[in-house]
Nanobody, 120 residues
Framework: QVQLVESGGGLVQAGGSLRLSCAASGSIFRINDMGWYRQAPGKQRELVATITRDGYTNYADSVKGRFTISRDNDKNLVYLQMNSLKPGDSAAYYC??????????????WGQGTQVTVSS
């Protein structure tokens, strides 16, 4: 089994910063792409940022210049540094990873989510 566990969410004022972390554990041979998604009440889950194993990144237009995704391949961690937060960034944030448990077994995994609330 593989688990993704997020941490670092919370309540912050507009303009503030938070850093989310996601740790992958379990039967892991290799982790390819990792990413962060978010879902606000009544809205669909949307991509925030992704990062390849080699460090290539992709961001939603709404967070470009404010959020930074990074990862530690040795520790199976992915981070999301969020600066200049806005009330519109309030959502549950989910970690996502494409993980190979062996040379022949792979799957996409999701964390349980961590809540980010930005007050105005």
């Amino acid at each position: 089994q593989v688990q993704l566990v997020e941490s670092g969410g919370g309540l912050v004022q507009a303009g503030g910063s938070l850093r989310l972390s996601c740790a992958a554990s379990g039967s892991i041979f290799r982790i390819n792409d990792m990413g962060w998604y978010r879902q606000a009440p009544g809205k669909q889950r949307e991509l925030v940022a992704t990062i390849t194993r080699d460090g290539y990144t992709n961001y939603a237009d709404s967070v470009k210049g404010r959020f930074t995704i990074s990862r530690d391949n040795d520790k199976n961690l992915v981070y999301l540094q969020m600066n200049s937060l806005k009330p519109g960034d309030s959502a549950a944030y989910y970690c996502n990873a494409y993980i190979l448990s062996s040379m022949r077994s792979s799957n996409t995994y999701w964390g349980q989510g961590t809540q980010v609330t930005v007050s105005s």
